[in-house]
């Protein structure tokens, strides 16, 4: 058995929500279908959220998009270790924690142009705008060492 807990916060910001599964290994080897153990939502602390709606508006700076991006991994791991005190689990008990972070700036590609961005180099497929684009806030590591557990992320 594996206890897996999985973080989410939309592009609502209406909140973090973290849940905990549970996965067995089939006698066939595919995992089994997961069971919902437990899940909470918690509130961004005031002061992060007033810079995280800031950073929508594209109204900080590198330097406090830096801190940011460890700020939201302060909450995100606040959110894991809660839902871990509540059922009494410790990192060793938790297999995994997936999050992919807070959206911060989404760029949907151009469709129509799709087929020249493969045609003119990887680069430029972005530089020009021609593939989409986008930016999660939240660094892995402080959910990591937090929560004493492994994590995975980035997965867009």
């Known amino acids: 058995m594996a206890v897996v807990i999985g973080i989410n916060s939309g592009s609502s ?9 549970e996965i067995d290994i089939a006698e066939d080897g595919h995992p089994t279908k997961p069971r919902f153990i437990a899940g909470a939502s918690y509130d961004w602390p005031a002061e992060v959220a007033v810079r995280v709606l800031a950073a929508f508006e594209n109204e900080v700076s590198l330097f406090e998009m830096t801190r940011l991006n460890y700020e939201a991994g302060a909450v ?13 689990l410790t990192g060793e008990d938790v297999a995994v924690i997936g999050f992919d972070g807070q959206t911060i700036y989404q760029e949907p590609p151009v469709h129509a142009r799709l087929d020249e961005g493969r045609a003119i180099g990887r680069v430029a497929r972005w530089h020009e ?11 892995p590591s402080v959910v990591a060492v937090e929560a004493d557990t ?3 992320t980035q997965f867009r």
């Open 13 to 21: 910001f209406d909140g973090v929500d973290a849940v905990a599964i």
């Open 129 to 139: 705008g021609i593939f989409g684009a986008g930016m999660q806030i939240g660094e």
């Open 76 to 88: 995100y791991a606040d959110a894991a270790t809660a839902l871990m005190r509540d059922l009494n």
């Open 150 to 152: 492994y994590v995975v």
